[in-house]
């Protein structure tokens, strides 16, 4: 069984910084890709940022220069540091990590960006 812990969540105002972590445990062999998800109230989940075994790393357009991805393959963990944040970053973060054959989801932790 694999499990996604997530951690780092929570209130800020704009402008601010929170650090998101996701560590992966259970019988994994090997993480092909690590990742983050965000979903907002009424809004279908989107990408945010992805980053591979190698460390090639890919971000939604709406948080590049803001947002950076960064993984520990010894600990199977996976960052997000998260700067100059706006209201409309406001969402639930999910982690996501794809194996050979299948994917896993952490259970989600609430970012709110607001004054």
């Known amino acids: 069984q694999v499990q996604l812990v997530e951690s780092g969540g929570g209130l800020v105002q704009p402008g601010g910084s929170l650090r998101l972590s996701c560590a992966a445990s259970?019988?994994?062999?090997?993480?092909?890709?690590m990742g983050w998800y965000r979903q907002a109230p009424g809004e279908q989940r989107e990408l945010v940022a992805v980053i591979t075994s190698g460390g090639s790393t890919y971000y939604a357009d709406s948080v590049k220069g803001r947002f950076t991805i960064s993984r520990d393959n010894a600990k199977n963990t996976v960052y997000l540091q998260m700067n100059s944040l706006k209201p409309e970053d406001t969402a639930v973060y999910y982690c996501?990590?794809?194996?050979?054959?299948?994917?896993?989801w952490g259970q989600g932790t609430q970012v709110t960006v607001s004054s």
């Open positions: 259970g019988n994994i062999f090997s993480i092909l890709t």
């Open positions: 996501h990590i794809q194996v050979v054959l299948r994917d896993y």
